[in-house]
Each structure stands twice: as structure tokens, then as C-alpha cells.
């Protein structure tokens, strides 16, 4: 690579070309899948044995979990636009209401997005829930005005291999062990590496940056701009690569230097800095 990296994308167990199952969003598994990924990534001949994280969303949550594994060749992470630092109460049910966007994220339905590549993705209600148990909850579900009010909702009641996932989140409707588990602000203090979180400045995403930032306590950055920008991610890169120089290749790009928070005001459309 140009800049001396080697960027390397993983399949989750149960996508893609993966082997194994999916158990839904953020299964304790994927942390340590993780963590084993970045061990074999070390004993490789072109490793160096330094190693960051980088991506967005989902991409950026499974960053934390993985560092709260705390694999000892994990030197950095970049966490970017965090989805659900909590994922009951910052992700699908804020306010009590149902959040629909994992029917979107896991069909794919929205735009630039392809979704998830499911090869053997499970509903962990159904597989861990007594058959007459399941039935209740489902009868119930498609009793909810709020649910039956959408037909693809309440379609994919009928029919949930549709969307695992999503069918899991209508069925548990409360918080609870399921969530806690899949709840990365409840580990965030296990990591032990530099992160440079960033996240733009609307919608649900603001919650989750603004809480694992100040939970941190290790060396950090934060920086939040203005909007999500395109798919695929290209924005703010050249100043990713000014924390990996640094943290990674031990090149002084001064990036720790500069107060720890850069934010940028749509208002008076300039980036300003402060120290909390």
C-alpha cells in the first residue's frame, strides 16, 4: 500500500464467506472473534505486530467490543459514527419506541448500502425459547397497533427468517441480559488503547460518541463534523492516517500536540477546538 498499510476486512461468523453462525447484533462472540482475528493478523510475515481499527458504524461499535478484549497487539483504535454505545436505550428502543433501522441496515434497503451478506444467521428468541413461550410473544407482537401498523413488520412477524435480527427486537421489548450483553458502553472501560472517536453532528448518532468519549480513559481525540458525508466512507482519512502515523509507525504528526476536541459549527461554517 501507498502509505504502508494493509487494510483487511473480515466477514462476521455467519456472512459472507464466514463459516460458523450468526447469533444477532453484537453477540458477545463477536468481540472475541475479533480479538482472535487481530492475534492472527501479528504471527502473518507482512505484520509488524501493530495493529489499528478503522470503519464506521457498525463497523466503528465492533471496534470497542474488540478492545475490550484487550488483545495485546491492538495499538489503536478509530471508532467513527458509533452505533448504539447502548443498544437498548441509544439504539432500538430510545424513548421506549421501536427504532426500524436494522430493517433497512440488514435487507439493504437503503441507499449506497448493500446489507448484510447472511449465510447462516439465527433468531436467537427462537432458539433459545421455549415453542409455546415463543408463540406468546409473537401473538402479542402481532397484536401491537405499533407494529401492525407496518405490513413488512408485521410480515416478517409471520416470517422471521426474513430478518432474524429485527424479529429478536420486536419480540424483546424490554431491557434486560439479552441487551446488557450487546450493550458496548457497559465494557468501554476495559480498553486500554488510544481512540480517536469522530461522529457527525445529528441524529442518534450524536448520543453514543458524545458518552464513550467521555467514558474512555486512555489517550483520545474527538471530532465531530458536520455530516455523515457519502458511502462508501471518504471523508476525514488524511487525518485517520495522522493518528495511525503516530500511534503505529511512531512518526510525530503532532496530532497529540493539538487540544484533544475539534468540532466544526455549520452556523459559522469553521472547525474550532477545545479541550473537553
Partial sequence: MPRGYIYVI???????????????????????????????????????????MGGICYFATIQLFVAAEQPPHLKAICPWEIFADDLYNHGLYEGGVLNIFLYGLYTGTYPARCGYAPKSVTSAMIRNTPPRKLKQLVEKALSNPDLRQYPYLYHLLKYPEKNPILFDFMLKTLDGPYYRERAVCDRVGKTQVPAYVGEPLFSFFFRPQIHIYNTLKVPKKFLPYSNMGTRPWKAQHEEILRWYDYWLKGIDTGIMDEPPVRYYTAVDNKWSKAKE
Fill in 10 to 52: 473480515a466477514d462476521l461468523r455467519g456472512t459472507g464467506y464466514s463459516e460458523g453462525e450468526y447469533e444477532g447484533l453484537f453477540s458477545e462472540k463477536e468481540g472475541e472473534g475479533g480479538a482472535d482475528i487481530l492475534e492472527w493478523l501479528a504471527r502473518q510475515s507482512w505484520c509488524n505486530g501493530k495493529i489499528g
